[in-house]
């Protein structure tokens, strides 16, 4: 999967941030270790010099094994000491090291010139974290998610109620292989609200999230037709742990874009990785948009919640005006 240069960059300065983090904390450990254990400090000195003086002495080319091993007694002794003493000033000789997040390449994002795999999936996160920028979390949960606007229709509220169980039970349940969903019905009903709610929950649960209107991936489909440098929208789409597609049959149709969606769908699918699609569509609707062999796969593989009732955000200007 290709990166645009921003990504790119961020990753670098993130790996330098984590580095650099982790060197200046194993420094000040050090420190404060040396300033409670002067000794400590004269150990590791001393340690340096018989470092030095094994060195000399191979270079020097001459029969020096006695003294290599004089040195290596004392290295050892030196060094069983200085174990000692921070054991007794609470700390371990791994304490007095940078804590890198990945042993593998010590946050370089490079292990023996091949890219370390927590550099590839730090990408992967600043990629999905750049295509859901501004994802609308806050005040999008099950607990903000109010029935009491369709009071006046038993039938939408009792039907409206058994989806937001069953979209509470899929977060909960949510795991890397779980079924996709489509929310259908008209606008205003809350298929937006409780697919951010899941978001939410995914999200602390640490899977890589993408959302976004169908409106605004197109847009960036286009874009990259064009473009031979930079990202693929496409590839970041097919590959997210959660993908929540917002709207779809309000974008611009071109046989491309609907080319370019089915493809991302399809790969998703082949992936067995989660996509909960919303829509004002029904399945007729969406076949005749996109197509029937578009339409087949959502409607056989995509577990459907029906929205019913009357238009939430209508009432609340309603309510708001009387």
Known sequence: MAYDREVQQAAQMELLRRRQTAEAQASARLEAFFEACPRGGEIRREMARNAAAAARAVLAGEDVRAQLEKLKQR??????????????????????????????CKDTGFVDGRMCDCHKQLRRQLAYQQLSVGLPLDGSRFDTFS????????????????????CREYA??????????????????????LSLAIANQAVEKGFSVVYGTVQG????FERERFER???????????????????LGAEG????????????????????????????????ELEKRYGERFASRIGGYYAKMEFKGQDVRVLKRRAGRS
Request: aromatic share 8%; net charge negative.
């Open 253 to 284: 149709s071109t046989g491309y874009v609907n080319a370019v969606l089915y493809d991302v769908l399809n790969g998703r699918m082949m992936g067995d990785r989660p996509t909960i699609i919303s829509t004002n569509l029904g399945l007729k």
């Open 229 to 247: 440098e930079g990202g693929s929208t496409a590839e970041a789409l097919k590959n997210c742990d959660l993908l929540i597609l917002d709207d």
């Open 75 to 104: 290295g050892l002794a030196l060094k069983q000491e200085y174990s000692s003493l921070l054991a007794e000033h609470g700390f371990r000789p791994e304490d007095m090291e940078p804590q890198y997040a990945c042993q593998a």
């Open 217 to 220: 991936f197109t847009t960036a």
């Open 172 to 193: 909960e349940r949510l795991r890397s292989h779980s079924p996709s969903l489509l929310f259908f019905g008209r606008t205003g009903l809350g298929k937006t609200h």
């Open 147 to 166: 029935l009491d606007y369709q009071r006046d229709d038993p039938q939408a509220m009792a039907q409206m109620g058994a989806v937001l169980r069953a």
